[in-house]
C-alpha cells in the first residue's frame, strides 16, 4: 500500500475513532478517564500528521484572448508566480496552455506578451479533485515602446472594458469563502460598498438606496427573470437562489452609471457568465448544504471534438430531510429544485455554438397561527398560505470572428415564469367540552387573495465589436423581446355594505415588444488616459414610450498605484409588466378599467467620481462619491406617500392602479473600500457607505424611502492554516453593522384603541427600527487526496443570535404591538466531494 492511500485510510480511521470517543463520552459508561481519552486523540492526530505527508499535484488549463478581439493569442508567457523551480508554459496558436504538476492550494499566474499589459491572475484555489480550466483576457498597450513599472495588480478588474466606475468582478471562490454568503452571488455582494441586504429572509440587494427591483440580471449576454426561488412577480430576489455557483465563471457586477449595453436598469447590474465544461477530462461533484443536495457532472463530449458539457441539478434538503421523518422547519417545508447545464461545440467555419439553460420549480405552506379567541377572521394577523414559483431559461449562442479584429455574437432564448399564491384568512371557534376543562376548537378558512401569473419572453439579441487600432474599440449591439403575459389575481374586498372579490389584473394578452439597441466608443488617448462613450435606446411598443440614454466615462492613471474615474449616464426603466394592467374598479357600477397602460419608464441620472491606491502589491484603497436624480417615477394620481421606489424587497409587490409619472427622489453618498488581497494565507476587507435616500409622493411631501438606512459597515477577514499538503483548515469571518429598516409608522395607541394595526401615512419611514448587528463564521476542513477532493464547511449565520428588527406588528389577540426579527443563530453545513 502506498503513502497516499495509507493516509487515506488513515483519515477515515481518525473520524471514526473521533466518533467513537464522542459516543464513548456521552451514552457508554466506561472504565476510561477523560485524560486517557484526551491522550488517545492526541497521538492518533500525531501519528496522523506524520503519516500524510505526501504532495500532491493538479493541472491548471486555460485560455488567453485579447480583451478587445476576444481572439485568441499565441506566445503569451505563463508561469506560476513564485514557483521554484518554475512552473510554465507558452499558449498554442489556439491561445491555449497547460501547465503540469501544479501543487494544491492558492495559486497565482502571472502572464506576460510583447505589446500588453502584464496580467495577474489572484486567488486560483488548485484542489486534487478537479483540474483548474480557466480564461484570461490580455489589454493591449497604446504606446508599446513606453516602459511600464508595475508595481501591483487590482483585484477585481472587470471583464467588460467599457466599465468606468462602480464595478468590480467576483469568482466563484469569493461567493464561497466570505462568511455568510452561502454560495450565494447576491448574497456576496452585499458585502461591497453601497450594497446591502433588504431582509435576512431573502436575498434581495440595495443599491445606493435604490429599490431592489432596479437591478437587472444577465447571463450570457442575455436579459433573463429574477433567478431565485420563491421570486414575486416583478421581484429581483428571493430567499434560496437558482444560480449554481459551481457552474459561473469569473463575472461583473456594477453599481451605477453602467456601460451603455445594459438598459433596463436603475440600480445595478450582475452580468454572469456560465463556465464551460472540461473538454478533455470526465469531472464530478457532490454536494450537500444550504442550497440544497447537489449532483453535477462535466467532460468532453467526444475524444475528436473539443466541445463539453456540464450540467448539475439541486434538490431540497429540508424536503428529503421530512421524507425521511425529521420534523424540520415547523411543518413549513420549502420544496424546490433547479437545473443548469452549458453545451459548448465549437466548428470549424460557422464559430462557436453555446447551448445554456437554468431553471426550477419552489412550493411552500405557511400554516398561520391559531388565533382560538377570535371569532372572526382577520386577514392580517392569522392567514394561511399556499405559493409556488417557477422560472425557466434556455438560450443558444453563437461567436462568429469576421476578422482577428471583429467579432459578430448573436443569441436566441426563451424564458418562462410562473407564480401561484393563495392566502386563506383563517380563525377558530370553540366546539362544545366533550368533558370538563377539554375545549377544542373548529378551524375556519376562507380565501383572501389569489394569484396565478404567468409570462414568457423571447429575446433574440446580436452585437458586433471591433477592434478598430490598439486605441479605439467600437461595439453597436441591438436585441428584441416578445413578452406573452397572463395575469390572474384577486382579493376579497369589504365594504360596509357588502363584500366581494376585486379582480387587481385580469389579462391574457401575447406579443409585446420591446427594442433595445446601442453603439460603445473606447478610445485610448495613452496607456493613461482612456475615454469611454456610449448611448442606449429603448423603446416599449405596447404605449411607445422610449428613452435615449447617453453615457460617458474617463479613467486617468497618472501612475500604475494611482487611477482617477468619473461616470455619466442616463437610465431608465420599465414598470414590473403586470403594473400596466392593474385593474381600477367602480364599486357602484363593478366596472373595471385599466389606468397604468399609459405609464412611461422610471428614469435616473446617474454621477460617479472616483479614486483608486494601490499600497504595494497586495494592497488596495478605492474611494467613491455619488448623486442619483431619478423622475417619472409612478405615484398614485390621488395625493399619498405611495411610491415606485418603495416597492420590491418583500415576497410580494402591491397592485396599485391609477398610477402617473410624477414622482421624484435622489440617492447621495460616499463608499470607502480597503482590502488586503488573499496572500500569505490571510486575507481582509472593509467596505463603509455613507448614503441618504430621499422621494417625493403625490402629496408633495419629502420623505426617506424605505432603503435609507443611512449607513453600512463590513469587515471581513479569513486565514487559511496549511496542515499539510493532504490538509488545510479555512477560517473566515464577517461583522455587519449597519441602520435599522425603515418601515411604515405603526401607530400603537391608535391601533390599541381601535383593536386593529393602524398606520399613520404622513410619517412613513421617518423612523429606523434599532441598528442592524450580525457576525457571521464559517470554517472548513479542506482534503486533498490521490484521485478527488473533499470539503467539510459550517455557516454559524448571526453566531451572536443578536435580534434586529424586522417590522411591527399589531396582535389583536394580546392588544399589543409586536415585533417581527429577523433571521437568528442558524448554523448550516456542507459536504463537497470532486472526484
Not at 450565494?184 to 446591502?196: E, L, Q
Not at 419552489?362 to 391559531?370: N, V
Not at 500569505?680 to 435616500?693: A, I
Not at 448571526?798 to 404591538?817: A, F, G, I, R
Request: charged share 20%.
Amino acid at each position: 500500500m502506498s503513502q497516499k492511500d495509507k493516509s487515506f485510510w488513515l483519515f477515515y480511521l481518525l473520524l471514526v475513532t473521533i466518533f467513537l470517543i464522542n459516543l464513548s463520552s456521552v451514552q457508554i459508561q466506561t472504565n476510561f478517564s477523560e485524560d486517557m481519552k484526551k491522550t488517545i486523540f492526541i497521538l492518533i492526530l500525531f501519528h496522523f500528521a506524520i503519516q500524510c505527508n505526501a504532495q500532491y499535484l493538479q493541472t491548471i488549463r486555460g485560455k488567453v484572448l485579447d480583451k478587445d478581439s476576444k481572439y485568441p493569442l499565441m506566445g503569451v508567457n505563463v508561469v506560476i508566480q513564485n514557483s521554484n523551480p518554475m512552473i510554465g508554459a507558452a499558449t498554442n496558436e489556439e491561445g491555449e496552455f497547460e501547465l503540469h504538476q501544479v501543487p494544491v492550494g492558492n495559486q497565482t499566474l502571472l502572464l506576460s506578451y510583447l505589446g500588453y499589459k502584464t496580467a495577474l491572475v489572484r486567488d486560483l484555489e488548485v484542489t486534487s479533485g478537479k483540474q483548474k480550466v480557466i480564461l484570461v483576457e490580455l489589454e493591449e498597450q497604446v504606446i508599446t515602446t513606453e516602459e511600464i513599472v508595475v508595481k501591483g495588480y487590482r483585484k477585481g478588474e472587470t471583464l467588460n472594458k467599457m466599465a468606468t466606475v462602480s464595478a468590480r468582478s467576483f469568482s466563484v471562490e469569493e461567493t464561497e469563502r466570505y462568511a455568510g454568503s452561502l454560495g450565494d452571488p447576491a448574497r456576496m455582494a452585499a458585502n461591497y460598498a453601497g450594497v446591502s441586504r433588504a431582509g435576512d429572509d431573502r436575498n434581495d440587494i440595495i443599491i445606493r438606496g435604490n429599490s431592489p427591483t432596479g437591478l437587472l440580471w444577465r447571463l450570457e449576454g442575455i436579459n433573463i427573470p429574477n433567478p431565485n426561488h420563491w421570486g414575486a412577480s416583478g421581484s429581483t430576489g428571493g430567499p434560496i437562489s437558482i444560480l449554481n455557483n459551481n457552474t459561473l465563471a469569473n463575472s461583473d457586477f456594477f453599481t451605477g452609471a453602467f456601460p451603455a449595453e445594459y438598459g433596463n436598469a436603475l440600480s445595478g447590474v450582475f452580468d454572469l457568465q456560465m463556465r464551460s465544461g472540461n473538454n478533455q477530462k470526465h469531472e464530478f461533484t457532490g454536494q450537500i448544504g444550504f442550497n440544497g443536495f447537489e449532483l453535477m457532472a462535466e467532460g468532453p463530449l467526444s475524444k475528436k471534438h473539443n466541445g463539453s458539457y456540464m450540467v448539475s441539478g439541486r434538490y431540497s434538503v429540508l424536503e428529503v430531510m421530512d421524507y425521511l421523518g425529521f420534523d424540520v422547519a415547523g411543518g413549513a417545508i420549502p420544496e424546490y429544485y433547479d437545473v443548469t447545464y452549458k453545451v459548448d461545440i465549437p466548428t470549424q467555419k460557422f464559430g462557436s455554438f453555446s447551448f445554456f439553460g437554468l431553471g426550477g420549480n419552489s412550493y411552500i405552506e405557511m400554516i398561520g397561527t391559531e388565533m382560538k379567541n377570535s371569532a372572526k377572521y382577520n386577514t392580517i394577523y392569522s392567514t394561511d398560505t399556499y405559493n409556488g414559483t417557477g422560472i425557466k431559461t434556455v438560450g443558444v449562442s453563437n461567436q462568429l470572428f469576421l476578422t482577428k479584429s471583429s467579432y459578430l455574437y448573436s443569441a436566441l432564448s426563451y424564458a418562462e415564469t410562473n407564480v401561484q399564491t393563495t392566502v386563506d384568512s383563517a380563525w377558530f371557534t370553540p366546539i362544545l367540552p366533550v368533558q370538563k376543562g377539554d375545549t377544542t376548537y373548529e378551524k375556519h378558512t376562507r380565501l383572501f387573495y389569489g394569484e396565478e401569473n404567468n409570462e414568457s419572453i423571447i429575446t433574440a439579441t446580436t452585437r458586433y465589436s471591433s477592434k478598430l487600432s490598439n486605441k479605439d474599440f467600437v461595439t453597436i449591439g441591438m436585441a428584441y423581446e416578445i413578452h406573452n403575459i397572463s395575469y390572474q389575481d384577486s382579493f376579497l374586498r369589504k365594504l360596509p355594505d357588502r363584500e366581494f372579490y376585486q379582480p387587481t389584473t385580469q389579462i391574457d394578452k401575447g406579443g409585446i415588444g420591446v427594442l433595445q439597441s446601442y453603439f460603445q466608443w473606447q478610445h485610448k488617448f495613452t496607456n493613461q488616459f482612456t475615454l469611454n462613450t456610449g448611448l442606449y435606446f429603448q423603446e416599449f411598443l405596447f404605449n411607445k414610450s422610449f428613452a435615449v440614454e447617453p453615457r460617458a466615462g474617463i479613467v486617468y492613471e497618472p501612475a500604475p498605484a494611482h487611477k482617477f474615474s468619473m461616470g455619466y449616464g442616463t437610465h431608465s426603466k420599465m414598470q414590473p409588466m403586470f403594473y400596466y394592467f392593474v385593474l381600477t374598479t367602480d364599486t357602484i357600477t363593478m366596472q373595471t378599467s385599466q389606468t397604468n397602460t399609459q405609464l412611461d419608464f422610471t428614469k435616473a441620472q446617474h454621477l460617479v467620481l472616483g479614486y483608486d491606491h494601490l499600497f504595494g502589491e497586495n494592497l488596495h484603497l478605492k474611494v467613491e462619491g455619488y448623486y442619483q436624480w431619478l423622475y417619472n417615477v409612478p405615484v398614485t394620481e390621488r395625493a399619498s406617500n405611495f411610491s415606485m421606489l418603495n416597492e420590491g424587497a418583500s415576497f410580494h409587490l402591491n397592485r396599485v392602479d391609477s398610477l402617473v409619472n410624477s414622482g421624484t427622489g435622489k440617492n447621495y453618498g460616499t463608499e470607502f473600500t480597503l482590502e488586503k488581497y488573499l496572500s500569505h494565507n490571510w486575507y481582509f476587507l472593509f467596505t463603509g457607505s455613507l448614503f441618504d435616500s430621499w422621494y417625493t409622493g403625490s402629496d408633495n411631501v419629502e420623505r426617506h424611502t424605505a432603503f435609507a438606512a443611512n449607513y453600512v459597515t463590513n469587515v471581513l477577514g479569513g486565514y487559511e492554516y496549511k496542515i499539510n499538503d493532504m490538509f488545510s483548515i479555512d477560517a473566515n469571518a464577517k461583522v455587519t453593522l449597519s441602520g435599522g429598516k425603515r418601515n411604515y409608522y405603526l401607530d400603537e395607541e391608535a391601533s390599541k384603541a381601535k383593536g386593529e394595526a393602524v398606520y399613520d401615512s404622513d410619517k412613513a419611514f421617518s423612523e429606523k427600527e434599532k441598528d442592524y448587528f450580525r457576525l457571521d463564521f464559517r470554517i472548513s476542513l479542506k482534503n486533498n487526496n490521490k484521485k478527488f477532493f473533499q470539503e467539510w464547511a459550517i455557516d454559524f449565520t448571526n453566531l451572536t443570535n443578536h435580534q434586529n428588527v424586522y417590522s411591527k406588528v399589531y396582535n389583536p389577540d394580546e392588544n399589543e404591538v409586536e415585533y417581527v426579527y429577523q433571521q437568528g443563530f442558524f448554523p448550516m453545513f456542507l459536504y463537497r466531494i470532486n472526484f
